[in-house]
């Protein structure tokens, strides 16, 4: 009989620390849709990554604030993990840079090979997306492999309806199809690693010691 493979967790939390945060609204909703297609939820607060400045005198003697802590924790403990985030300035708010730095200085390193999905939420026509651009480039700069397709909502104080879904339809659908996507590659890069061995052989070259870059 075939194995069946285990349920995928992910790791989801809205980077705001406001009471009523549309992005904390966004990170429920992938919640739900997650557990809905069959995927576990470990649902986190921006105050349990919440760090001091970065200040490598504080470095001395193996020191990482509790925060940077809790979020390598959850990072290693879950498959994938999905970030919510405000737009402060056409960039990423400075506390999730912040935390980011701290996490970074852990070793082994632990974005490094991390699946990730990038959302924002802004009451702007351009849903806080140049925040996402910014948060890319830290994530990719750390090895995560940061999902193509990020999904910005616009408007976002007038988007929910009252049971928490994106009013509008259309737009509703086209979130469930990204995130649904971002999990199946997110599973199929916890259980499928033979697929590299096909890239190479797609692209016609023989696996030798000169070509094999993908071992
Ligand atoms: C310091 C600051 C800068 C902001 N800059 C932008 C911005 O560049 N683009 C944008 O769309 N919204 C900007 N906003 C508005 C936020 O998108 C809005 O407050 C949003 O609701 C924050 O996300 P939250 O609801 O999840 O806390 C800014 C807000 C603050 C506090």
Redesign the pocket.
């Known amino acids: 009989m075939q194995k069946q493979n285990e349920p995928l967790r992910f790791l989801v939390f809205?980077a705001?620390l406001?009471k009523?945060?549309?992005?904390?609204q966004l990170a429920k909703l992938t919640r739900d849709v997650i557990v809905k297609n069959g995927g576990i939820v470990d649902y986190a607060q921006m105050s349990e990554f919440d760090c001091p400045s970065m200040n490598q005198d504080l470095e001395a003697n193996d020191f990482h604030p509790d925060g940077a802590k809790e979020f390598r924790k959850r990072i290693l403990a879950n498959d994938a993990f999905i970030i919510s985030s405000?737009?402060?300035?056409?960039s990423m708010p400075g506390l999730l840079k912040n935390t980011i730095d701290w996490v970074s200085r852990f070793r082994p390193q632990p974005f490094n090979e991390r699946h990730a999905l990038l959302m924002s939420?802004?009451?702007?026509m351009?849903g806080?997306n140049?925040a996402l651009w910014s948060l890319r480039m830290p994530l990719e700069h750390l090895g995560t492999r940061v999902y193509p397709n990020m999904f910005s909502l616009a408007m976002?104080?007038k988007a929910f309806d009252p049971k928490g879904n994106i009013a509008d339809q259309t737009l509703q659908e086209r979130f469930e199809t990204n995130l649904v996507a971002f999990m199946n590659l997110a599973e199929a890069a916890k259980n499928y690693p033979c697929i590299k061995k096909a890239w190479v052989e797609f692209l016609g070259e023989k696996t030798d010691d000169v070509t094999e870059r993908v071992e």
Not at 20 to 24: A, F, G, V
Not at 86 to 90: D, I, L
Not at 121 to 124: D, E, I, V
């Open positions: 809205s705001s406001r009523d945060s549309l992005n904390e405000p737009e402060y300035n056409g939420a802004s009451p702007s351009a806080g140049r976002a104080h």
